[in-house]
């Protein structure tokens, strides 16, 4: 995405990422649709679909292809996972070679903003980590942020986990996207 030095200096003092939720702000959204971009949508799927690509082209020929398909299960079914049960997963797909790798600049640790009373809620729609918010009459057991589960469900927990393990939240698990709609 392009923006004009005039635009640059407009939108210098913007916070484009929320730094407690780590998302793409709404002034985010508006000036990636004023630049005439796809919207931080397509942005963070396209940057994730790179390096998803770059990722398992490392490992070459058929394996290539048999690692993006692995990948692309365990973003989207497992996109809130404890640590052990990511590196069995990885064992499991012959992913091991890239573990380092996939664990920093794919997930995330859940931090404990997002946790609610200190357990972390698996959404029963979408099977994501369910987020913590300020309206407890509304969200008690907090609430999804994939926009597609908050408009078309009420708020329901399938797993309440517990932190012991170390939990980790594939990126960009956001309001407004997830890895799982990467696209190719």
Sequence with gaps: ???DILNYIRFSSVTLIDP????PTSDCAEIANLSGAFGEDNVIEHRLYTQ?????????GRRQHKAYTALRELFGRYSLIGERQLLDYLVENDLTPLQGMLIEKFFDLVPDIWLVDGLAHRCAHYGTLMRS??????FSQGRCPIHQCIGHNSPKVSEKIDP???????EPFSPTGQAQQLTN
């Design 1 to 3: 995405m392009c923006i």
């Design 164 to 170: 012991n393990d170390i939990l980790r939240i594939a």
């Design 20 to 23: 407690d939720l780590r998302v």
């Design 133 to 138: 918010h300020p309206n407890k009459k509304l």
């Design 52 to 60: 998803l690509c770059d990722a398992t082209q490392r490992l070459g």
